[in-house]
């Protein structure tokens, strides 16, 4: 299905380019050229049916990432951000014993039990001049169910999880998000984002492959280059992470008319800074679009458009997918109350690679993904979140969403990006902590931030620390890992109370 996308985007204009980066560029006729010849060499090195990809964003990893496809295997794209027993984790959960890669990570692939194939040892330049006296390999057989992608994700849990993609998943999240913000073949797309994750996957690859469209590929996110990459290139949509929008606003040789070209400036994979969203807006007149998404929903679940962008939501859902806010037990809630965000669709994952628990943990028996976030859904379909429901801090009993508390410290002007999380304390069971970066030639202090929070928030939401940091962990597109900033922190050392904490 995957494929014939693909295919049925080449008999329309074969000699439209469809990927390009620093390197190299490729029409759709040698797309599929390149995507056929490396389906064969994988044929021929494992009888394996998933194959893992290392490579950066870039032509090389679109034609390898079809050409498993065209093998019939499942694609298993790696993390090379990741330490190598982390690596070794996702290996052996994944059973593969074929990597294909490029020789600059050979040192990370050697430390691993897994075969590499590298490119630059493939006749690829020959096999691609005989391709073209080939007949046209048809697209392989398969079903809509049949698995095509695992992508790993820890999420909340420090155990890799395998995410089965099928390729009715992805073919349909791909075109839905084509109908839903109405893009054609004319827009040319900014891939900025790693191809190994869920969003640069469906959002840089899939999506425009599905409709025709060419992409450039940035294998390394520059911010400074990617005002450079729009202005050669002319793109019109490009996707990112607030954290990427936020480092894009400090290069201060960036013009006004830098992304006069760009239509559509999607922002998803972590909240999106108020305060960011509009200094990009003034500053380059472009209105960034917040969405919403999962790995575990291929992964695109909720969008704003440039003609309907509220950006204090995440944007109405796609079409054929469905979001509801449940209570504990399990049932709607009427528009507009916070609960447990459930999705449905045709966007919903089959289950996680040989982890049958968790499957039936996170999908219901009518086919609901629990998502873990916590949200609302108001009378016109708009979704909007407040946080990770495993994320809520209890303040003496009070529940507290970081999000809330983040949302407030992020109007203050000394601040650029702040995380909040909760640490165990023996008086009131939680307290709050705001990891806070401080904006350039700013003199933000923990005193300050905390009576700026105590004028617009209650009492217990107020953070009992604030820690300044020049930056925050992070994951490989930028996105804050909340699970690092929490092991930061020891268990507060409280006295047990003589009497009730006043809150």
């Known amino acids: 299905m995957l494929v014939d996308q693909l295919l049925a985007s080449t008999e329309r204009d074969p000699s439209q380019l469809a990927v390009s980066d620093p390197v190299r560029q490729l029409s759709y006729a040698n797309l599929v050229r390149l995507a056929d010849v490396l389906g064969r060499q994988i044929a021929k090195n494992t009888s394996c049916p998933r194959v893992g990809l290392m490579l950066p964003s870039s032509c090389a990893f679109a034609g390898a990432f079809y050409g498993c496809l065209y093998a019939r295997r499942t694609v298993v794209p790696l993390n090379f951000l990741l330490q190598p027993a982390e690596l070794a984790q996702v290996v052996a959960d994944a059973q593969i014993d074929l990597v294909l890669s490029i020789k ?22 020959r096999e691609m001049i005989l391709q073209r006296l080939r007949r046209s390999t048809p697209a392989p057989p398969v079903h809509a169910d049949d698995v095509a992608v695992i992508v790993y994700t820890s999420g909340t849990s420090a155990v890799p999880k395998g995410v089965c993609l099928t390729h009715g998943n992805l073919s349909r999240n791909a075109a839905a998000c084509v109908e839903h913000a109405r893009l054609t073949g004319e827009h040319r797309f900014l891939g900025l984002l790693p191809l190994f994750h869920g969003f640069g996957l469906t959002g840089t690859l899939l999506a425009p492959i599905s409709v025709g469209a060419s992409t450039w590929y940035m294998p390394r996110f520059q911010p400074a280059g990617v005002f450079d990459t729009v202005r050669q290139q002319q793109t019109s949509v490009m996707m990112g992470i607030a954290s990427m929008y936020a480092a894009m606003l400090r290069v201060k040789q960036a013009r006004q ?19 960011v969203h509009s200094a990009f807006a003034e500053r380059f007149g472009v209105s960034l679009l917040q969405g919403y998404g999962m790995t575990e929903t291929s992964p695109v679940v909720s969008l704003n458009l440039p003609w309907a962008n509220r950006p204090d939501s995440v944007g109405s859902p796609l079409p054929g997918v469905t979001v509801a806010a449940v209570d504990e037990a399990g049932q709607p809630l009427p528009a507009g109350q916070t609960g447990e965000l459930w999705i449905r669709g045709h966007n919903v994952m089959r289950g996680y690679y040989r982890k049958h628990e968790e499957t039936r943990a996170a999908i219901t028996h009518d086919g609901w993904l629990k998502s873990g976030d916590v949200g609302t859904v108001d009378a016109d379909g708009h979704v909007s979140i407040r946080g990770r429901k495993k ?18 410290l992020e109007q203050h002007p000394a601040v650029e990006q702040v995380a909040v999380v909760g640490q165990p304390d023996a008086s009131r069971g939680e307290v709050i902590v705001a990891f806070v970066i401080p904006a350039d030639g700013s003199e933000a202090g923990e005193t300050s931030l905390r009576e700026f929070c105590r004028d617009k928030l209650a009492g217990y939401k107020v953070p009992r620390r604030v820690i300044l940091r020049d930056d925050l962990p992070r994951g490989p597109t930028g996105k804050i890992h909340k699970r690092a900033l929490r092991d930061l922190l020891e268990p507060r050392k409280v006295k047990e109370p003589t009497a009730s904490p006043t809150v």
């Open 104 to 125: 600059h990570f050979e040192d990370i692939l050697r430390a691993l039990p897994v075969r590499a194939v590298y490119l630059e040892d493939l006749p690829l330049k």
């Open 391 to 408: 994320e809520i801090i209890i303040v003496s009993g009070y529940n507290v969403y970081p999000r809330e508390v983040e949302s407030v």
């Open 257 to 275: 008319d830098d992304l006069a070209t760009i239509e559509y400036a999607v922002s998803g994979g972590e909240a999106l800074p108020g305060m």
